[in-house]
């Protein structure tokens, strides 16, 4: 009796105990406690078996590099990667490989693409198509098989006042959604969230056009040259890097992994343009902040504990437009989007959810807080 009522006792102590420590952790605002009470970020979760978790388990975040209100935190890999050869939008349309035309008399929230190359060929959800009858960004990650049939595209109008076209088929301008749009494109918030963005885009910038067009903020003068400075920011991906997590203001805006180097590089220049149109209408500001406290900076180890969070999110599978599997990651603060092929990641993007990183000023510790904090 008297050894199970000491057992019952240690029990009891280890579940108070365990209380105290999940309590400190899930605690959202400054602790004026000791230092092992302190939030801290959470530990690494063993993979949950798929292959994009597997993936993030073998990232390993190097030494940023910084432009203005941007850091770039390179993500290599460990061992081998996927040596297949991807063709990007640009490329392939370039070399006559990819036809991009309307759906018929056209179809806002759809266009027909057909892959004539032996290549494979990524589309990637931001990237942004011209012509035809309006303009239009890419809403999904797709991967098209070669010499392929023709298959139907998700996308959203990002030039709301235009309707007619000389021709049916689409170019590419070799530019790219801001973070925040293609979001916005990935989590089917609808097309008036859509041209709500656009528009948000162009009042910051100080553009207007007749038509709307998202394309007419991104080849203003004024925007080519406030983004050139951001070029600096990690201007070519070192070796091994195959992805990239981006800080904006001090605040994780979102982490980029492909398949592998080859691919990331010939994105990355677009990659970035989405961000910094995102970061320099508020770099002034950034200025102010910088002057008016003291801030810790993100670091290498702030990225991998969020990186870490993806083995508690859920994963919701579906099947790709043609090749592959698209995973919709929700869930333990994340929130993104995934694209698989025969156990590669062709391409996986996620940001906070319903957390944002950030300093704590002045202690040195990181603490989560919602959006609307």
Known sequence: MKHMVMIAGLVLVGVLVSGQTHAS??????????ADRRIMPPPPRPPRGNDITRLVSRLTVGRPYSTRNMTVFPLYVDG???????????EALRNGWLR??????????????????????FLMAGEIISGAKQNRVIATDTLLRPHGPEVAVPVYCVERGRWVGKTMAFRSEKSFANNALRY???SKAGQDAVWEEVGRVAGEAGVSSPTSDFQAVVNDK?????????????????RRCIGAAIVINNRLAGVEVFANETLFAALWPKVRRGYALDAYPIYKDWLGYERRARFIPIGQREI??????VHGARFTARNG?????????RGNGIGGEGLVFEASVIHVNFA???YVIHPVIPRRQIELRTRED
């Open 80 to 90: 081998a990667t996927d040596r297949t050869r991807y063709v990007t939008l640009d």
């Open 184 to 186: 916005k494109a990935q």
């Open 321 to 329: 437009i043609d090749l592959g599997r698209l995973y919709a990651i």
């Open 100 to 121: 991009v035309y309307e759906k018929g008399a056209g179809r806002v929230q759809e266009v027909i693409v057909r892959n004539d190359s032996r290549h494979y060929v």
């Open 25 to 34: 952790y899930l605690e959202t605002g400054p602790t004026s406690g000791p």
């Open 304 to 309: 991998r504990a969020f990186l870490s969070r």
């Open 222 to 238: 004024e925007v080519q040259n406030a983004l050139a400075d951001y070029a600096n920011c990690m201007p070519r991906p070192p």
């Open 352 to 354: 906070p959810e319903r």
